[in-house]
C-alpha cells in the first residue's frame, strides 16, 4: 500500500528591522517539521524581490521599518497575483497602521509579545486559509482605531461596493461587520453554515476583497455612514 504523500512544509519569511526579533522568530518556528524558514529581510524595500525568489506562503510582517514601512509591502504584495498571506508584527494592539494592514489585505496580525505557541499556530490558521482575527477582536480594533480624515471617503467606498451585493449578501456582510461567526449568522438568518461560508465567498469574490477581515471592516465603514 503506498504511503499518503506528506504535506509540504509552510513556507515563512520573517520581514523585521531588529535582528534579536529575527532570531527570536526564526528560533521559534525554525524547529518545527510543519513550518520552514525560508528568508529575512530588514526592510520592506526587500520583500518582493524575496517573495520572487523564495516563495513564501506566509510573511511575518513588521510595520515600522526604514526605508519602506510593512503597510507599503504589503499592499505592495497584496497587489499581486498569487501573493502570500500576511500576518502584521506590531507592539500594539490597536495601532493605526494595523487597521490600514488590514485594509491593504494582511490576514491579520499578532503582537511581538504573544506567547509562541500562538504565533506558531497564527502561522499555520493563515496558511490554511483563515484569517488570524476573531471577530470579536476585529470588532474592538475598528472600535478603538479611526481614520478621522478619512471617514467620509470610506463610508462613501463602501456604500457603493455593498450596492453590489444583493439583499441577502449585504445581510451577511453586516452580520460579519458585527463579528458575528458563520454559526451565529446561520442561526440569525436562517440558513445552513454551509450557505453563510458559500455567501461570505461570494462576497469576497465579488468586491474582490482578500479576507473576512475587510468583510467587517468594509461593514463597519457602511455603518459608520448609517448605511449598513
Do not use: C, W, Y
Request: proline fraction near 5%; hydrophobic fraction near 50%; charged fraction near 25%.
Amino acid at each position: 500500500m503506498t504511503a499518503a504523500p506528506q504535506p509540504q512544509p509552510i513556507r515563512v519569511l520573517l520581514v523585521d528591522d531588529d535582528p534579536l526579533v529575527r532570531a527570536g522568530l526564526s528560533f521559534m518556528l525554525g524547529g518545527l517539521a510543519d513550518i520552514v524558514i525560508v528568508g529575512e529581510a530588514a526592510d520592506g524595500t526587500e520583500v518582493a524581490g524575496l517573495v520572487d525568489r523564495l516563495a513564501p506562503d506566509v510573511v511575518l510582517m513588521d510595520i515600522r521599518m526604514p526605508s519602506m514601512d510593512g503597510l507599503a509591502a504589503t499592499e505592495l504584495l497584496r497587489g499581486r497575483e498569487g501573493a502570500p498571506e500576511v500576518i502584521v508584527l506590531t507592539t500594539f494592539n490597536a495601532d493605526e497602521q494595523v487597521l490600514r494592514a488590514l485594509r491593504a489585505g494582511a490576514a491579520g496580525f499578532v503582537l511581538k509579545d504573544t506567547p509562541p505557541a500562538e504565533i506558531v499556530d497564527a502561522v499555520r490558521r493563515v496558511a490554511s486559509g483563515a484569517p488570524v482575527l476573531s471577530p470579536t477582536v476585529t470588532r474592538q480594533l475598528i472600535a478603538r482605531v479611526t481614520d478621522g480624515e478619512q471617514v467620509d471617503t470610506h463610508s462613501s467606498e463602501a456604500r457603493g461596493k455593498l450596492a453590489l451585493l444583493n439583499e441577502r449578501e449585504r445581510e451577511v456582510a453586516a452580520a460579519v461587520g458585527r463579528g458575528q461567526s458563520n454559526a451565529e449568522i446561520a442561526a440569525a438568518l436562517f440558513m445552513s453554515v454551509a450557505t453563510v461560508k458559500t455567501h461570505v465567498s461570494r462576497i469576497l469574490t465579488k468586491l474582490d476583497l482578500n479576507n473576512r477581515v475587510q468583510i467587517a471592516l468594509l461593514a463597519h465603514d457602511a455603518d459608520r455612514s448609517g448605511a449598513a
